[in-house]
């Protein structure tokens, strides 16, 4: 009887689930963004192109998506999230759709971070969402060790020793050498750090030369780790997991640290140095500080659906007052230098000045666009790095291995 | 008289066979083996999305494979999780289906925790023991720390070994009530009788295990042991979420992923996964032929 | 030597390794608790508790709350995406349960006691499809369910499941025919009944507990599911918690007790399932074999 009972509310069920479903909010504008752009209510009232079909998705999966829907002939929605790291293979593949009548000449001096997104000198991304690298650091730990905010990376390695020394943190410098994206942006920072840069105009390798910038960034970061500036854990943190070491106090310097970060550093629900978290301009041994950015963007699929309606919701998205709301409600940093400015402005924007004066000396991690070997490269970098900080590797070997590397992703 | 029955019947049971079969061989049909026989015919072309055109390049997609060095440590490492996978699950799981065979109390209810692990969903598990596993807070390092077995923080995946025996303790966290509800069901199906009779006939416990119960549970250990391996070689989830694409515990999976969705070398993605799939068939089929030749005593 | 005497060590073995058994597998997940009512500041103290020294609700109120603030800021709380999430994953679970237990019922019983032409050749594919890995054949089947239009649909994502889950329970169903006495078909036949109304009639309700463990099986694989819905479930219309879940990793905040509070409340389901229906299995198989 019972088993009868079981079976038949089973087969009851499962008809009903296979009945058709009711189509939802048929006509939407299908936007698929990452979570933290979940836009609320209050925002998406004031949109006035139609419905709105906002689809979240984890980050690592937006991608996973993208890549299906495309490799099987369909739009992942209207308008999609774009990385600056996917540029290149998107741009390349020919999958989303050039937007450069969208933005007024105007509006493009306003957006900084727009070379990010050009792809064989189309813009295939407009930049929405602002973020870059700079220095945070633990103001009470300099004060206690009496040293200032450091300048150079010479600097920064001094003003580390004098807090170990002090017995202030163990391991002042927070960087994490996983074999991880993280770990591979962090040197590509340090190698604009230490003035130079990773490629040269034909995409040749500039960082297997001793005294090049990129070797000296890998040798900094292996030294500082040798010397215990660095946590051993280092080499299986990723970014994320380095930054939880800063919150907690037991760091002094988020070298790599993220502009949008500082919100949750200062955040005293999330962080225990909340009250000490400063930020300063990316160390540089020019003396003039260097930074990249990486900013997200929304693109347009090629085989979109509805693209005039996808056109003005990225123009509405670019609206100042929505830019500010996205601060506001959700923590996203605007990319116009303006928005900036009115927000800092008004007071609203933590450590403002330091961050618009980074803002404005970002620059793409390719001055070519990013290529489309870049996933690739970039993990054999991660790989190198995190090899070469568990000493199985010497610097010399591992940019020898991420030369070989990149040569093998361009062909 | 049975016989009589049985044969003026075989057209309409033919019928009735086929009928009751065609959902099957719809659903898989469709849903599995066209889909399937795509990607083998995909697999022979070079689909490269930042290349122009899509040539088609024969079995060249899977000799390129054979000449991958990462391919070729891949398939090392999903070797290493495989072996240790079947092997924490089988012998734990055949431990757990034992002890619950023979509890009398509260069955239901350990039967109910043993599965726990299992309900789970994979993601779920995976932040669990992230944070289990984590250098600076993880529950591991301070239980070891505790107990004085260990006198600083280990970096648990500094180790390749070390990370590879983590991430398939994970795993096999996960896929071992599986292997305990099948040789449980297995073990249930032995008559009482059995065991009663070698009793008076002085048989000891092990004997009674190795005389009785294995060979009886053959058929079940069979499906234990092919789920386990198809699963060990599938690992996917726990090792990229515990230590992303690191080159020391990066699964055959995993490379697939890389591989296609990564640096969008799509069919030479796909042409690994077939590979895969060749591999996992291969080595379940030696278990189950294996373990039906041996207790083939009828 | 007394009985008595004797079975004392192996009493003493026996509840050692019970003890060990729930362990090992409710450790992990007590520890998830114990993160999921721990503050986020101090999840990342020196000193390892293992009870938090000031409980806090706060991630579930973030579930299940009307409001909740995040960075300062107060945001709407994930109530309605989770609740939809979790619907999600009940239904198509379900529904992937139900079919495929009637699909195999029946199927793994044609396999086993009818002829018919291409039986085993069938079987034997079936079952081979369980090497098969979910990227094989995504690409294709994305293609499929787009010109099926059921991308985003209940239909579409529990379909698949079937597929994936189907193998398995067909296997097991069969050894569980097997290792019936054909003789008690065989009486039914002579009352006169058919082939089909002596199974539906006689058999069925002896394989109740095969069936059962076959329900478990598949519910259990349905629920966790996160490549097939990531690809084929895009809007909280049928996405899972599975696929909501890792989205509780802000870009710049991996917020762990919320996250441990959420699978906290996922596995609740298939736990509750498999309390209830633990009796069927566990008293099952030996209760129909014995008649």
Known sequence: MNRRHFLLSASVLGLAALAPTLALSAGALAVLLPPWVTLPKEMTDTYKGGGLDIQTLGWDEIRTKIVTSMLANTAPASVTEMDWSWVGQFGSAGWYDPLDALLSDELKADLPTTSIFTYDGKLIGVPYNNDFRVLIYNAAHLTQAGVGVPKTPAELLDAARAVKAAKIADYPIALPLSASEGAATAWYLLTKAFGGDLFDADFKPLFTDPASAGYQAMAFEIAALNEGLIDPAATSLKDVEVQELFKAGKATFDVAGWAGNLAVYTDPAKSQVAADVAAALMPNVNGKSRTFGLPGALGIPANAENKEQAAGFIQWMLEPATMEANYRLLGNLPTRLSVLKTLNEAGNLKQGDVLIAQAEVVEPLFAQGTPGWYPEFSGAVATALNVAAKGQLTVDQAVAQIADAAAVAQE | MALQIKLPRVGKDARLGLALALPVALIMGGLVFLPLLSTLFDSLFRIEPMKPGTPFVGLRNYSNLLKDSTVNAAWITTAIYVVLAVVIETVGGLAAALLLNRLRVGRRWLLAIVVLPWCLPPVVNAIIWMWIYNPSYGLLNGLLLGAGIIDTPQVWFNNRETGLLLISVVHAWRMMPLTVIILLAALQSIPAELYEAARLDGATALQRLRKITLPLIAPGLAIALSQSTVFAVNLFDEAWILNGASLDTRSVIIQVYVLAFQNMKFSGGMALSVLTMVVSLAVSLIYVLRVYRETRFE | ?291
């Not at chain 3, 034997?124 to 239009?149: C, D, H, W």
């Not at chain 3, 009352?191 to 309700?205: C, E, H, I, T, Y």
């Open chain 3, 1 to 291: 030597m007394t009985r008595r005497f004797k079975h004392l060590p192996g009493q003493i073995g026996l509840w050692l390794g019970v003890a060990l058994l729930v362990l090992w597998s409710v450790g992990p997940v007590y520890w998830s608790f114990v993160t999921s009512i721990t503050p986020p500041n101090a999840l990342v103290s020196n000193s390892l508790h293992l009870w938090p020294e000031a409980a806090t609700w706060q991630h579930y109120a973030k579930l299940f709350g009307a409001n909740s603030t995040s960075q300062g800021n107060e945001v709407a709380s994930v109530w309605p995406q989770f609740s939809r999430a979790f619907a999600n994953s009940l239904i198509t679970s379900l529904a992937a349960t139900a079919l495929v237990v009637i699909i195999a019922a029946f199927g793994a019983w044609a396999f086993v006691r009818l002829q018919f032409p291409g039986r085993d050749v069938l079987f034997v594919l079936v079952v081979a499809t369980l090497a098969i890995p979910a990227y094989t054949v995504m690409i294709p089947l994305y293609r499929l369910m787009i010109s099926l239009g059921l991308i985003d649909t209940y239909t579409g994502v529990t379909l698949i499941y079937v597929s994936a889950f189907l193998p398995l329970a067909l296997w097991l169903m069969r050894s569980v025919y097997q290792a019936m006495p054909l003789s008690l078909e065989e009486a039914a036949w002579l009352d006169g009944a058919s082939k089909l109304r002596a199974f539906v009639q006689v058999v069925l309700p002896l394989a109740g507990p095969g069936l059962v463990a076959c329900g478990i099986l598949t519910f259990l694989s349905a629920w966790g599911q996160f490549m097939v819905p990531l690809v084929f479930s895009p809007t909280l219309a049928t996405k899972p918690l599975t696929v909501l879940i890792p989205e509780f990793v802000t870009r710049n905040y991996v917020d762990y007790g919320l996250m441990n509070a959420a699978g906290i409340v996922a596995i609740a389901p298939p736990l509750l399932l498999v309390m209830f229906l633990n009796r069927y299995l566990v008293s099952g198989l030996m209760a129909g074999a014995g008649k």
